[in-house]
């Protein structure tokens, strides 16, 4: 049986859940298609983050590894396409550290895409009436610093493996103390999450190569 880790991240700011370990937790041990998803939690925090996301790769080897974080605010489920080499903390982390313009791998390459079938996957979540839309920003928060190291570990380990980050709305109950933002419910999330996982050996296939992407379908 294959194996994808399904990342979620701990709460930060002023919450007190995280909308992706709520989702991601409910899918642990499920078998989806010819996955066994193994659900573990990270720390909102920039350098541990990284560490740990390193350390899951080592121990569980899974052949496809996708990160989920709460972008709050957001309508929909979105799949990010790039992570770039920039840590610039619009606040502090859950440790109280907030790089300001620093690269996240000295010298490493100025973005790393995804390997995953996003498109494949944006329409696996819409079939299953789940609002979702591709994204080119993750952000320069612990999100955009997780996925870049990912990808990073991915290439410098010559570990055969995909990998991926997800970002996902506010729960209802978080929308409530933040005025006019939009929230999804959690049955919604994991739906989502499930075809997501579902669809990730779709037939899409992603060349990268330095500063290049191909699709073909
Ligand atoms: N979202 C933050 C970090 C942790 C999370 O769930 C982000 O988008 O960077």
């Known amino acids: 049986m294959k194996r994808i880790l399904l990342t979620g991240f701990e709460p930060f700011q002023q919450e007190t859940?995280?909308?992706?370990?709520?989702?991601?937790k409910q899918l642990d041990s499920q078998i989806i298609g010819h996955y066994e998803v193994m659900a573990r939690r990270l720390p909102t925090a920039f350098y541990p983050a990284k560490s740990q996301i390193q350390t899951y790769l080592q121990e569980l080897h899974p052949e496809v590894v996708i990160c989920v974080g709460q972008a709050g605010g957001r309508p929909d489920i979105t799949l990010e396409r790039i992570a770039i080499n920039l840590i610039d903390a619009r606040i502090?982390?859950?440790?109280?550290?907030?790089?300001?313009?620093?690269?996240?791998e000295a010298d490493g390459p100025a973005a790393y895409w995804t390997n995953l079938p996003i498109k494949a996957m944006r329409s696996a979540i819409q079939g299953a009436g789940v609002p979702c839309s591709i994204s080119y920003s993750a952000g320069t928060y612990v999100c955009n610093s997780t996925f870049y190291a990912l990808m990073h570990a991915i290439e410098s380990f010559g570990q055969s493996c995909?990998?991926?980050?997800?970002?996902?709305?506010?729960?209802?109950?978080?929308?409530?103390?933040?005025?006019?933002?939009?929230?999804?419910?959690?049955d919604d999330m994991v739906r989502g999450l499930h075809a997501a996982i579902a669809a990730v050996d779709d037939e899409e296939i992603v060349h990268v190569s330095a500063g290049t992407l191909h699709h073909e379908q």
């Open 17 to 24: 859940i995280n909308p992706s370990w709520e989702a991601v």
């Open 162 to 186: 995909r990998g991926g980050f997800i970002h996902i709305p506010f729960l209802p109950q978080q929308a409530t103390a933040h005025v006019g933002k939009a929230s999804m419910s959690l």
């Open 92 to 104: 502090p982390d859950n440790d109280g550290v907030s790089p300001i313009d620093v690269p996240i």
